[in-house]
C-alpha cells in the first residue's frame, strides 16, 4: 500500500521534468557545427542494428539477429575495402554500444549452432562483435591509409524497438521523450568520427556517446578472440583471400 502511494507521490512529476531538462542540456553540448572538418577520401559508416528480432537461423543457416547487426556489416565493409584503399586517406567507422561490454564472443552464435540466453545477451553480443572486428580490421589495414573506428552512440530514441509488443514500443517512447537522445544527438559521435580533423590517422579505437576515446571492455581487445570472428565469419559468408592481400595491390 505505502509502496503504491510512493509510486503516485506528486513529486514526481517535477523531479521527471528537472532530470529530463538537465540531461536535455548536458547533451546539447557538443555542436557538430562548430567542429572543424577537412575531408578527404572517402568514409563508410556502416550502421544498422534490430533488438527486437526473433532467435531464428536463416535458410542460409544464419542467426538473423547475428546476421542483421553484425554479419552483414562485416560483408559489406569487406566488399567496399577495395574502394576505400583507393581513395585513401579514408575511414571506416562502425556504430557499436556500450553494451558490447556484456557481450559474448561466441562465434557458434554467427550460425545459431549455440545461442545467447535471450534477445539481450544477442544484441549485446552482437555490438561485442562490431569492436572486435574493428579492431581486427585497424590490424589488417595498417599503412594502407584507411582507418577504422567503432563508438556507442549512447541511448537515442530511433525506431529500434520496431520489432517490439505495443506496450514495449509505448514505454521506450515515453522514456525516449523525456530521457534520451534525440536521432540527430544520437548521430554525434558518429558525425565526430567520421569527420572530425582530430580523429585523422586514429585507427582501431573506440569512442564513447560523448565522442571521448574510451577503452572498450578487455574481450573486446583481445586480438586472438578478433581473429577467431574474423575467420570464422570470412568462412560464413564466403569471403576466401584471409583479407590479408589487398586485392588492389594485386590488380596493380
Ligand atoms: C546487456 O548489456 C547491458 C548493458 O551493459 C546490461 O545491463 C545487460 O545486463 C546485458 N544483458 C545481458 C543478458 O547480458
Ligand atoms: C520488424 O518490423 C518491420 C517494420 O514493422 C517489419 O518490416 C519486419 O518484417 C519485422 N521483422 C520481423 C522479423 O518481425
Ligand atoms: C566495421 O568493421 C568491420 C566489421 O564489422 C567491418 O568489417 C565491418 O565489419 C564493420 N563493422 C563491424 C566492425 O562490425
Redesign the pocket.
Request: glycine share 0%.
Given at each position: 500500500m505505502e509502496l503504491l502511494a510512493l509510486c503516485w507521490h506528486p513529486l514526481w512529476v517535477p523531479c521527471t521534468l528537472v532530470l529530463s531538462v538537465v540531461l536535455w542540456a548536458r547533451r546539447a553540448a557538443w555542436r557538430p557545427a562548430a567542429c572543424p572538418v577537412d575531408l578527404r577520401g572517402k568514409t563508410a559508416v556502416v550502421t544498422g542494428a534490430n533488438s527486437g528480432l526473433p532467435l531464428t537461423v536463416t535458410p542460409e543457416g544464419l542467426s538473423l539477429i547475428f546476421a542483421t547487426n553484425y554479419l552483414g556489416h562485416f560483408l559489406l565493409t569487406n566488399l567496399l575495402l577495395d574502394a576505400m584503399k583507393a581513395s585513401a586517406p579514408s575511414r571506416i567507422v562502425n556504430v557499436s554500444s556500450?553494451?558490447h561490454?556484456?557481450g559474448e564472443a561466441n562465434v557458434q552464435f554467427l550460425s545459431g549452432k549455440e545461442q545467447p540466453k535471450?534477445f539481450?545477451?544477442a544484441y549485446?553480443s552482437t555490438k561485442l562483435m562490431n569492436v572486435l572486428f574493428t579492431v581486427e580490421l585497424a590490424r589488417r589495414l595498417q599503412g594502407t591509409g584507411v582507418t577504422v573506428n567503432a563508438l556507442s552512440p549512447g541511448m537515442v530514441h530511433t525506431e529500434i524497438m520496431q520489432n517490439f509488443s505495443w506496450w514495449v514500443r509505448l514505454l521506450f517512447h515515453l522514456v525516449g521523450i523525456l530521457f534520451l537522445k534525440s536521432p540527430t544527438q544520437g548521430s554525434f559521435s558518429t558525425t565526430y568520427c567520421a569527420v572530425s580533423e582530430e580523429v585523422e590517422g586514429i585507427s582501431g579505437k573506440y569512442f564513447d556517446s560523448d565522442c571521448r576515446l574510451a577503452l572498450p571492455s578487455p574481450l573486446a581487445r583481445d586480438p586472438a578472440v578478433g581473429r577467431k570472428l574474423w575467420e570464422a565469419s570470412e568462412k560464413l559468408v564466403g569471403l576466401h583471400d584471409g583479407g590479408r592481400e589487398p586485392a588492389s595491390r594485386k590488380v596493380a
Open positions: 556500450f553494451r561490454q556484456a535471450n539481450n545477451k549485446n
